[in-house]
């Protein structure tokens, strides 16, 4: 910084050096009294230091200033990045949710065609997959928006479990699937509304990969951990760690129309948002299970 004071004022330094010498040269060459010329030397050094020390405060409150514009240039530059980041992952979202939508708006179409009670029942369950994924929409935008509050209560995971259940008991009834569940009347602090999300779409997958197959939904009060798990197809090691990635849907999704890679995706957003931390445990052909850690109540 010092360096870059003097470069900027080296023209200044010069004048004031060059006039001391101009004066003493002056008062040599006429033989005048060197009282006055000390006098005089010693009032314009005196002068100059104040300059100069008005200069330096001026020239730190500058570079003060530049360095604060850099600093807040540097912050709307990452805003603007985190802008485009976040529009471009809501278009890629959307898009990959607009083409899962064509599915159950195209087998509704389909069933419509030949309406009978069995069709009633299909378009039924395509009306489930429809609502499922207009809820997934939203909770997605909540999700993607940083200055959305959270609300936290304690809620009764029962109130939260049994709707769902309800909600997809056409499911269990058409594949076949039979569930073991007993009332949990144990409290947790959570945000019910992304808690219920996390739970339907962990249930969702178990829906469709344990056709014929049993559900389990338990709840750990000691360690306030709820499991679902399922004896279905279970899940390849090599897919495990990318299960929650957006868009992916594994070896089983290639098996499944219906797998859009979108709801684990969703699971692990709404976990990190609650921090309420999901982990999964598969062997394949055999099972899997998800567990979720709430936050206990006092």
Same mark, same amino acid.
């Given at each position: 910084m010092m360096r870059r004071f003097l470069n900027r004022n080296w023209g200044l330094l010069s004048v004031f050096i060059l006039l001391h010498l101009v004066i003493w040269f002056v /008062? @040599?060459? #006429?033989?005048?009294?060197?009282?006055? #010329?000390?006098? @005089? /030397?010693w009032n314009l050094t005196i002068i100059m230091s104040v300059f100069l020390g008005y200069q330096i405060l001026s020239f730190r409150e500058e570079v003060r200033l530049e360095t604060k514009v850099e600093q807040l240039q540097e912050e709307l530059i990452d805003l603007q990045d985190a802008s485009v980041m976040r529009q471009n992952e809501l278009e890629e979202y959307f898009i990959m949710w607009v083409h899962q939508m064509k599915t159950p708006i195209t087998a509704s179409q389909l069933i419509l065609k030949n309406p009978d009670d069995e069709a009633i029942r299909n378009l039924r369950q395509e009306m489930v997959s429809i609502e499922n994924y207009t809820n997934m929409? &939203?909770? =997605? @935008?909540?999700? +993607?928006?940083?200055?959305? *509050?959270?609300? /936290? +209560?304690?809620?009764?995971? *029962?109130?939260?479990?049994?709707?769902?259940?309800?909600? =997809?008991? &056409?499911?269990?009834? $058409?594949?076949?699937?039979?569930?073991?569940? $007993?009332?949990?009347?144990?409290?947790?602090?959570?945000?019910?509304?992304?808690? +219920?999300?996390?739970?339907?779409?962990? &249930?969702?997958?178990? @829906?469709? =990969?344990?056709? $014929?197959?049993?559900?389990?939904? +338990? =709840?750990?009060s000691q360690n306030a951990t709820l499991t679902i798990k399922d004896s279905g197809r279970g899940i390849k090691a090599e897919d495990l760690p990318k299960i929650f990635d957006k868009g992916y849907s594994g070896f089983n999704g290639q098996l499944n129309q219906k797998s859009s890679g979108l709801g684990l995706y969703l699971v692990e957003l709404v976990a990190r948002r609650l921090n309420q931390p999901v982990s999964v445990e598969s062997t394949f052909g055999q099972e899997t299970q998800f567990t979720i850690q709430f936050n206990q109540t006092s």
């Open positions: /008062f @040599l060459l #006429f033989s005048l009294p060197m009282d006055v #010329f000390w006098v @005089l /030397f929409a &939203l909770n =997605y @935008l909540k999700l +993607s928006n940083p200055a959305t *509050d959270m609300v /936290f +209560s304690e809620r009764k995971l *029962d109130d939260i479990i049994n709707p769902l259940i309800r909600k =997809y008991s &056409l499911q269990f009834i $058409q594949h076949g699937i039979r569930l073991h569940y $007993q009332p949990i009347e144990a409290e947790v602090v959570t945000e019910a509304n992304l808690t +219920s999300l996390m739970i339907e779409q962990i &249930l969702n997958n178990a @829906l469709k =990969y344990a056709k $014929q197959k049993e559900i389990w939904i +338990s =709840y750990d």
